[in-house]
């Protein structure tokens, strides 16, 4: 990776539909002063959008859920699967028009592929749907199954071949934490579960996460057993459960190895993608409440008072399903962070330390149509605390989609984080 100081602009699929390649441009580097723009290459789901357009006009659209790119067969040569293309992109090719204008002009250009969360391919594909203990299938696609790791793989060599971004950012990599009901609809259930009964919920035992659990010498029916036992308990009693994840597992060795075994497999699938794609950063949502810098009172992990410029560090404690921060850390080449606006101090923290004690480029990407940024000085002082902190770029998530009432103050944001960061 260069050390360049890059300030992106987010671009949603549908934007990249609805705006030609040149007004993208114009809005984001020449109006807005940034030094590229990222690219969100895949529609995770059917998506509505109301926007004005550069010159004022109304737009609307309704996206179709799926890939924004046309895939090279070539690519998937190694896979039975092909992505599922979003019927909304028809013959077009919006990803490639704008690498293309990018390059021209000189900027920075990159995309965001959605990995599990793909409601098109997963549409077609109902069998590498996650499925919890109660058989009822979840919204993302399971990392267990050996397709679908494949498949992500695949997407990732053919976005790299057809556009050579300067970097592929990956979202949506990880288990959910808690169930979700069909979409559009509210479970019914006679008594609402806890956290830990929703993360019970959430948890896959999909044919392939069994099998793979049971070729690694784990009970997997054993497992599923006692997750329908526990919720069952719920139900019976009316009373959810008191404790941690931690404390439960500590009590359930062979639930605790079954999910422990799932964040194996998924770190290792990472790490499968990342070695195809070296040029590949992952997304992670930080926590909202753990966004804030260390004033008086917090607590932080680098020293947080003393360095008031430091990013806080990550989402810790997330599900034991998940890798955390630090695991991640040791496997990726650069780590995008997603940060709560919070207008009073929020902030990054210090780069996390990679496996081999390097710190990881650390960037922060932060919400531009938060409400907290409705006056420019928020955004600007926001802006110059993530440059000051050592943050190896900025993302502006829905950058584009700012009103032309906010632009100023965006763009004297960004100046004054370019100022920050210019020798
Ligand atoms: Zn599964």
């Not at 044919?207 to 690694?216: F, G, M």
């Not at 195809?276 to 926590?287: G, H, I, T, W």
């Not at 991640?328 to 207008?343: K, M, S």
């Amino acid at each position: 990776m260069d050390n360049r100081f890059d300030i992106l602009i987010h671009v949603q699929p549908w934007q990249g539909l609805l705006y030609n390649p040149e007004q993208l441009l114009d809005l984001a580097v020449g109006e807005l002063g940034a030094t590229g723009i990222t690219f969100s290459v895949k529609a995770a789901e059917s998506q509505d959008a109301i926007a004005l357009s550069p010159t004022g006009e109304l737009l609307a659209m309704r996206l179709a859920p799926g890939a924004l790119w046309q895939p090279d067969a070539e690519q998937y040569a190694s896979t039975r699967l092909r992505p599922q293309t979003s019927a909304t992109l028809k013959s077009r090719q919006p990803a490639g028009r704008l690498a293309e204008v990018c390059r021209d002009r000189g900027q920075a250009f990159r995309l965001r592929l959605s990995v599990l969360r793909d409601a098109g391919f997963a549409a077609r594909h109902p069998e590498a749907v996650s499925c919890n203990a109660l058989s009822l299938p979840g919204h993302s696609l399971c990392p267990s199954n050996p397709d679908v790791v494949e498949l992500v793989r695949c997407q990732l060599l053919d976005l790299a071949g057809q556009f050579e971004p300067a970097a592929i950012e990956i979202e949506n990599f990880t288990r959910p934490n808690r169930y979700r009901a069909a979409a559009g609809t509210a479970a019914c259930w006679p008594t609402a579960p806890g956290a830990i009964e929703s993360g019970l919920l959430a948890l896959c035992f999909c044919p392939s996460c069994q099998q793979q659990a049971n070729l690694a010498g784990l009970d997997a029916a054993a497992a599923l057993r006692s997750v329908q036992v526990r919720l069952g308990h719920w139900l019976h009693d009316e009373r959810v459960y008191a404790g941690t994840m931690n404390n439960l597992l500590a009590d359930d060795a062979i639930l605790a190895e079954y999910i422990a075994h799932q964040r194996h497999a998924l770190l290792a699938s990472i790490q499968l993608w990342v070695r195809a794609v070296p040029k590949v950063s992952l997304v992670v949502a930080k926590e909202k409440t753990a966004v804030h810098r260390g004033t008086a009172g917090a607590s932080g992990t680098g020293g947080a008072g003393s360095e008031p410029d430091a990013i806080d560090h990550l989402p810790r404690g997330g599900s034991p399903w998940n890798p955390s921060f630090e695991e991640l850390a040791g496997v990726a080449p650069r780590l995008t962070l997603l940060i709560a606006p919070n207008a009073s101090a929020h902030a990054c923290e210090c780069p996390p330390e990679g496996e081999a004690g390097s710190r990881v480029p650390l960037e922060a990407a932060i919400d531009a149509t938060s409400p907290s940024f409705a006056s420019g000085p928020d955004i600007v002082r926001c802006l110059s605390d993530i440059a000051r902190s050592g943050a190896a770029g900025i993302e502006l998530e829905s950058g584009l989609h700012v009103s032309p009432s906010r632009r100023a103050f965006i763009r004297q944001a960004i100046r004054a984080a370019r100022r920050e960061r210019s020798p």
